[in-house]
């Protein structure tokens, strides 16, 4: 094979590999347009989650906001009511500690208060996971789901290597819960 085939062939390859990547990271990310709800539901884990809940609440995309894993340094209610809400507009929820849990504790909580819908905020990158769960978690309930994503991931074509493991690991995770096996990816 002569060398001007074989660098070709290198450069399709390595561009194959580009593509695919950019195209994993753009599946992973579901950001839907926010509609008014009862409620806004921040997970915790990752910056710049709570300012973007913050944002849909000032907003007047929803009365209230519920942290869920409020005990994250993240996502308390003393960094909430840093942000400038009221800490009477707050519901903590203190128990979750994998994106599953979040979505069982606050769809308790959701019962309890009688509320009927509610924007569900996380990274980017961990939407499409976040919305697969919960959809599944909250299937049959009557609520009302939107899914908004606080911006993590940079934009562009070129990543770096810490974007490149969050999506490997992201998508290793997302596989497990499309195999029902997410005691093995996530553990409480």
Excluded at 57 to 74: I, Y
Excluded at 82 to 109: Q, S, V
Excluded at 120 to 140: A, E, L, P
Aim: glycine content about 6%.
């Amino acid at each position: 094979m002569s060398m001007i085939k074989r660098l070709s062939y290198t450069i399709s390859i390595l561009f194959g590999i580009l593509l695919l990547l950019v195209l994993a990271k753009k599946f992973l990310i579901v950001n839907e347009k926010p509609k008014k709800a009862d409620v806004v539901i921040i997970l915790s884990g990752g910056p710049g989650r709570l300012a973007k809940g913050v944002a849909l609440f000032n907003r007047g995309d929803a009365d209230q906001m519920m942290l869920s894993n409020s005990n994250d340094g993240r996502t308390t209610i003393r960094e909430a009511v840093a942000f400038g809400i009221p800490e009477d507009k707050l519901i903590p929820e203190k128990r979750a500690t994998t994106t599953h849990t979040n979505a069982l504790y606050t769809l308790e909580l959701m019962k309890e208060r009688q509320l009927t819908s509610a924007i569900i905020v996380s990274s980017d990158f961990h939407m499409r996971r976040t919305k697969y769960i919960f959809s599944q978690v909250y299937k049959n309930t009557g609520i009302e789901l939107t899914f908004v994503a606080a911006p993590y991931l940079r934009s562009g074509f070129f990543m770096k290597k810490w974007e490149l493991q969050t999506i490997f690991y992201e998508w290793v995770k997302l596989i497990g819960y499309w195999l029902h096996a997410y005691e093995l990816v996530e553990k409480d």
